[in-house]
């Protein structure tokens, strides 16, 4: 288990190390753009949290340097606001981060992971490697966000195989496990499982592909409020949308900036930085609906062989890279098919990797929820009572999230006006109880 930890954590560094190595110390402490950080305040953040964490909370030593603790609490600073602090520059950010993880991995050889829930199955270790991901997700967002030559490079992923697939499953009605309780390193809102009763429904079989979502474009759905929510039109027409994210039309043709590169927009990829409420506006556009959050994690887990719950799709196997474009291996979404050794017992694909997906449901919490470790993670960003929920759930992760901190279990969440994040959407149809 230590070494399998040990692993988990090196990754992670890894990963921040080629997001911050990258670029030159005046685009690490600029702002590319309001809604993200600086790439060094992430930088140091990672650390900070880590030495919280594991050398204070776990290990019960000495804080290194409290007076920065403020600094990178992220509830204390918004993120407009980060780059008017004090941050320590690249290179004392860089030797806080690296001098914290030394320390870590000599704590982690002689800690017992048993005991103290904190400590069992490495949950404290297993916390900080999926938030340092997290990070790393946050700054690939960053990454896409500013402007200039292109930083990362990638291999595109693996062309779809060229097969005839359904274009939509039938998920049957019944009941289902949702949530888990086994999961070690499982976050509070995953828990604890439940039994779910569901009517029948039809699922896309893939996500909406950049073909498929043209079309609404060319039939004017940007233009036509029947299909938008009334707060949806209203930031429709507020913020100008008339296409995703990153999108232009040049000499008739679509074309994406992607990572510093400006190409067409892949017909055959899912649609990708896209709002919820754009999202929404398709689905009642081609007479179908997002699907609940419930009826996704039914979709990627219900085994209806065995009537238990999976923990992905494909089975409980960790994810590879014959199930899902996961990681950062690829600075893209494969196209629309691909990844059928990754598909559920029902035959849908693509439920874990490739992009994040909306769903119709407002983050709340699981009955019985329990707020742990700590009340910020989750329930802090719970709708208050007589109040509109302000975020809606994203499933299944994206191209930019790590294994680590993605399966079938966990809950992804976010403003409806969001669209820098790596998101995109299936659509469902009901189909009652009794299909």
């Not at 702002?31 to 900070?48: E, K, R, Y």
């Not at 030394?102 to 270790?125: H, I, K, M, N, T």
Request: charged letters at 20%.
């Amino acid at each position: 288990m230590r070494e399998a930890i040990a692993g988990e954590l090196l990754a992670a560094r890894a990963r921040t190390s080629g997001l911050t190595d990258c670029v030159d110390d005046g685009e690490l402490t600029a702002q590319h753009s309001p809604l993200m950080s600086p790439l060094v305040w992430d930088l140091a953040h990672i650390g900070n949290q880590e030495e919280l964490w594991l050398l204070r909370n776990v290990g019960g030593r000495d804080p290194m340097h409290p007076e920065i603790d403020q600094l990178y609490d992220a509830f204390e600073h918004p993120r407009a606001e980060r780059p008017r602090l004090p941050l320590l520059p690249p290179a004392e950010a860089r030797a806080y981060a690296h001098e914290v993880r030394g320390r870590v991995l000599d704590l982690l050889d002689g800690v017992e992971l048993s005991g103290p829930p904190l400590l069992q199955a490495g949950f404290a270790f297993g916390l900080i490697a999926q938030h340092e991901q997290q990070h790393d997700e946050t700054m690939l967002i960053t990454h896409q966000l500013r402007a200039g030559a292109p930083a990362l490079a990638a291999a595109a992923p693996p062309a779809a195989v060229h097969a005839d697939w359904p274009s939509e499953v039938v998920i049957p009605a019944g009941p289902f496990t949702m949530g888990t309780d086994t999961e070690p390193w499982a976050l509070d809102n995953e828990r604890p499982a439940h039994q779910v009763q569901l009517d029948a429904f039809a699922l896309d079989t893939t996500p909406v592909s950049n073909a498929a979502y043209q079309l609404f474009i060319e039939d004017g759905g940007y233009h036509d409020p029947r299909w938008w929510t009334p707060a949806g039109w209203r930031h429709r027409m507020d913020a100008g949308l008339t296409a995703p994210l990153f999108w232009s039309r040049e000499d008739g043709q679509w074309l994406r900036r992607r990572f510093g590169h400006t190409e067409p927009v892949p017909l055959g990829e899912p649609v990708l930085h896209v709002t919820w409420y754009e999202a929404d506006a398709y689905a009642r556009w081609a007479g179908r609906r997002l699907p609940t959050e419930a009826e996704w994690e039914k979709a990627a887990r219900h085994d209806p062989a065995t009537g238990r719950s999976r923990r992905f799709p494909w089975g409980d196997a960790a994810p590879g890279p014959e199930h899902a474009n996961l990681g950062q291996r690829h600075l893209q979404p494969a196209p629309v098919g691909s990844y059928p050794q990754g598909a559920s017992p029902h035959g849908v694909r693509q439920l874990i990797g490739d992009v994040w997906e909306w769903t119709s449901s407002d983050f709340a919490p699981y009955p019985g929820f329990r707020a742990w470790p700590y009340r910020e993670y989750s329930e802090v960003f719970f709708a208050k009572p007589g109040e509109p929920a302000p975020y809606k759930v994203l499933r299944g992760g994206s191209f930019a999230v790590a294994p680590v901190a993605c399966r079938g279990t966990f809950r992804n969440w976010d403003h409806p006006i969001r669209r820098q994040i790596f998101a995109g959407f299936r659509t469902a149809r009901s189909l009652g109880a009794a299909a």
